[in-house]
T-cell receptor, first 114, second 115 residues
Framework: QKEVEQNSGPLSVPEGAIASLNCTYS??????FFWYRQYSGKSPELIMS????GDKEDGRFTAQLNKASQYVSLLIRDSQPSDSATYLC??????????????FGKGTKLSVKP | DAGVIQSPRHEVTEMGQEVTLRCKPI?????LFWYRQTMMRGLELLIY????????DSGMPEDRFSAKMPNASFSTLKIQPSEPRDSAVYFC?????????????FGPGTRLTVL
């Protein structure tokens, strides 16, 4: 059973602080890693993708990947109230051809307090 | 671009009735995905298509669920007969490449309630 685990939260941080969201996955062969943001009552939208070990930065967001530890994280710097949402970690295993499955964690709810 | 379009946005039905959910992917996207989201189980992949061909339907819960993609611009997810445990939000998503390499764009979802 392939699993993606996230702390459900809620994670509460003050405005301007760094929010740190974590995710672990069970399948060592996983190759692609994504963070989606989902506002309440809305659909998920991609904010970051990462494919190799290390850090990837995009504006206030930094994704970190450690395949040896099977660990993915998302850092949000200078958190804003508008960042309050549920963050879904997704992990993909590519089987070849056109086959590959994206498995989502249940998400971490982030609340940024003004 | 209009994005992924789903209909209906809300559906309330009674147990035993047939339910059909519809999806129009983004033009030019070769992959289409159907997901189900509940509080208990999170976001689960039900089935996905590549160039209108079903590739993996291992997430379809049981024979009551079926999905079709008759052409590149239309897909349906059918539940017959529906049961209360099918109540969930059903999302359709599309992408240019497979899930391992590309952004998936989600539709607004269909909130299904089975009484």
């Amino acid at each position: 059973q392939k699993e993606v685990e996230q702390n459900s939260g809620p994670l509460s941080v003050p405005e301007g602080a760094i929010a740190s969201l974590n995710c672990t996955y069970s399948d060592r062969g996983s190759q692609s890693f994504f963070w989606y943001r989902q506002y309440s009552g809305k659909s998920p939208e991609l904010i970051m993708s990462i494919y190799s070990n290390g850090d990837k930065e995009d504006g206030r967001f930094t994704a970190q990947l450690n395949k040896a530890s099977q660990y993915v994280s998302l850092l949000i710097r200078d958190s804003q109230p508008s960042d309050s949402a549920t963050y879904l970690c997704a992990v993909c295993l590519f089987y070849g051809g056109s086959q590959g499955n994206l498995i989502f964690g249940k998400g971490t709810k982030l609340s940024v307090k003004p | 671009d209009a994005g992924v379009i789903q209909s209906p946005r809300h559906e309330v039905t009674e147990m035993g009735q047939e339910v059909t959910l519809r999806c129009k992917p983004i033009s030019g996207h070769d992959y289409l995905f159907w997901y189900r989201q509940t509080m208990m189980r999170g976001l689960e992949l039900l089935i996905y298509f590549n160039n209108n061909v079903p590739i993996d339907d291992s997430g379809m819960p049981e024979d009551r669920f079926s999905a079709k993609m008759p052409n590149a611009s239309f897909s349906t997810l059918k539940i017959q007969p529906s049961e209360p445990r099918d109540s969930a939000v059903y999302f359709c998503a599309s992408s240019r490449q497979g899930a391992w390499a590309d952004t998936q764009y989600f539709g607004p979802g269909t909130r299904l309630t089975v009484l």
